[in-house]
């Protein structure tokens, strides 16, 4: 069975701070990373994906990939409260466009 | 303005009768996704279907059914044989050659069957 683990949180970080949220999967063959923010009682939106290793930037959103270790991670740099949400990461691994989703980390930004 | 409609955003059903969800793309895409989610649970694919006429099962498609006659319509008919069908319901598409397989998701269906 293939896997995306995320620790469900919640996470708190101050106002300002960095939020670092951590995902990890275990199919070997997987090539397109997601991650989405989900606020209560909406849908999720995607914020990021990645598809090689190492960094990619985005405003205050940066994903990281490290395939040899099947992890992937995104970084909330200057967090604020409109930031608080669960954020799902998603991983696809075959042609059919599947993804598999974890449960999600809740994210609380603290005034 | 394009994108994917999902209605309505509220149903309510007595239990034994079947209930169709309604989900439309504007967006051109081949590919469309639904999804359940549970209170404090990921996305479980239901159905996918990567072309019109043509769908495949999920992970759990059991007591569900779906059709793709139109690009642009992907409905979703939950039955009676569904043994706990309250959950949030979500529907998504995707460019698979362009977008290489990012989903996007209409604003989903609360669905409460009593």
């Known amino acids: 069975q293939k896997e995306v683990e995320q620790n469900s949180g919640p996470l708190s970080v101050p106002e300002g701070a960095i939020a670092s949220l951590n995902c990890t999967y275990s199919?070997?063959?997987?090539?397109?990373f997601f991650w989405y923010r989900q606020y209560s009682g909406k849908s999720p939106e995607l914020i990021m994906s990645?598809?090689?290793?190492g960094d990619k930037e985005d405003g205050r959103f940066t994903a990281q990939l490290n395939k040899a270790s099947q992890y992937v991670s995104l970084l909330i740099r200057d967090s604020q409260p409109s930031d608080s949400a669960t954020y799902l990461c998603?991983?696809?691994?075959?042609?059919?466009?599947?993804?598999?989703f974890g449960q999600g980390t809740t994210l609380q930004v603290k005034p | 303005d394009g994108g994917i409609t999902q209605s309505p955003k509220y149903l309510f059903r007595k239990e034994g009768q079947n209930v169709t969800l309604s989900c439309e793309q504007n967006?051109?895409?081949?590919?469309m996704y639904w999804y359940r989610q549970d209170p404090g649970q990921g996305l479980r694919l239901i159905y996918y279907?990567?072309?019109?006429?043509?769908?495949q099962k999920g992970d759990i498609a059991e007591g569900y059914s779906v059709s793709r006659e139109k690009k642009e319509s992907f409905p979703l008919t939950v039955t009676s044989a569904q043994k706990n069908p309250t959950a949030f319901y979500l529907c998504?598409?995707?460019?698979?050659?362009?977008?290489?397989?990012?989903?996007?998701f209409g604003p989903g269906t609360r669905l409460t069957v009593t």
């Open positions: 998504a598409s995707s460019d698979r050659l362009r977008l290489r397989y990012e989903q996007y």
């Open positions: 199919d070997r063959g997987s090539q397109s």
């Open positions: 990645i598809y090689s290793n």
């Open positions: 998603a991983v696809s691994s075959s042609n059919t466009g599947k993804l598999i």
């Open positions: 967006l051109n895409h081949d590919a």
């Open positions: 279907s990567q072309i019109v006429n043509d769908f």
